[in-house]
């Protein structure tokens, strides 16, 4: 399977969670949707940008189709190999845990200074220490090791070989 038939096969199958999806399938899509498809769009948003502004929230709904052809790929691939999806699932639910623990928080809006081109003083830096809480960092830190413990085995499954 080469490139433009892994890429059509994604967007074909985009709705199909049951099937079993090939190696050379999965990442001649990924390469697709890194590279190409996302050249095309932005050449698309420019376009409609200048002709038509409006129009430009009706790229949303290819972005989106992209997104669910990734997703469907990735678990046709991971059952493919023999993996669980519950890896994925682990993954995905991790990162946005780590994300949603860093932003409630507070440790990402501490770092916002009045004046970005000013260094902290030892006495702005000593209050912020002070207000500074263990499970501000340790908790989004946790949670960011499990996303990267599933998503190395993910990765893991993703390059071996088709499991009969």
């Known amino acids: 399977m080469g490139f433009f038939e892994a890429t059509k096969a994604a967007f074909t199958n985009a709705l199909d969670f049951s099937g079993r999806a090939s190696r050379p399938e999965f990442w001649w899509f990924m390469l697709a949707s890194m590279t190409t498809i996302p050249l095309g769009l932005a050449l698309v948003t420019i376009a ?50 780590f994300v949603g623990t860093l932003a409630a928080s507070g440790t990402m809006s501490a770092f916002a200074l009045p004046d970005p081109n000013r260094p902290m003083t030892d006495a702005e830096m000593q209050a912020f220490l002070q207000q500074a809480h263990a499970g501000d960092v340790l908790l989004p830190l946790a949670f960011l ?5 599933c998503g190395i085995v993910v990765l893991v499954y993703l390059f071996l070989p088709t499991r009969d």
């Open 145 to 149: 090791g499990l996303s990267a413990i």
């Open 48 to 97: 409609l940008s200048v002709l038509f502004p409006p129009l430009v929230i009706l790229l949303l709904v290819p972005a989106f189709w992209l997104f669910i052809a990734s997703l469907s790929l990735t678990i046709r691939r991971l059952r493919d190999a023999g993996g669980s999806v519950w890896w994925y699932a682990g993954y995905v639910a991790s990162y946005f845990a």
